[in-house]
Nanobody, 124 residues
Framework: QVQLVESGGGLVQAGDSLRLSCAAS????????VGWFRQAPGKERDFVAG????????HYAGSVKGRFTISRDNAKNTVYLQMNSLKPEDTAVYYC?????????????????WGQGTQVTVSS
């Protein structure tokens, strides 16, 4: 069992940056792909970014490519999502999820464990 806890969300202005963290407890993150997803009010959950279990590949939604960067620090059991040039349309609850030996792809159904989410609000 893997417990995931997101942190780093908050209220920022358009153009600002935030770094989200996804910390694992219960067992190591090693061997797990991690994805970031987001859900805005009244909308479906969308894939944002993912990193493979090896860290060798990353994937991004088109809407965040070039602005967001996913990375992992296995020694700290933590995956990060660096978000730059934030826009009001990035406002959502952000969730991280873990997939055993996955590739960090966009299908949420592939992920076995989910965190509780952290709110990101970007004002214009």
């Amino acid at each position: 069992q893997v417990q995931l806890v997101e942190s780093g969300g908050g209220l920022v202005q358009a153009g600002d940056s935030l770094r989200l963290s996804c910390a694992a407890s219960g067992r190591t993150f090693i061997g797990y792909a991690v994805g970031w997803f987001r859900q805005a009010p009244g909308k479906e959950r969308d894939f944002v970014a993912g990193i493979s279990w090896s860290g060798g590949s990353t994937h991004y939604a088109g809407s965040v490519k070039g602005r967001f960067t996913i990375s992992r620090d296995n020694a700290k059991n933590t995956v990060y999502l660096q978000m730059n040039s934030l826009k009001p349309e990035d406002t959502a609850v952000y969730y991280c999820a873990a997939d055993s030996y996955g590739l960090g792809l966009s299908d949420g159904g592939e992920y076995d464990y989910w965190g509780q989410g952290t709110q990101v609000t970007v004002s214009s």
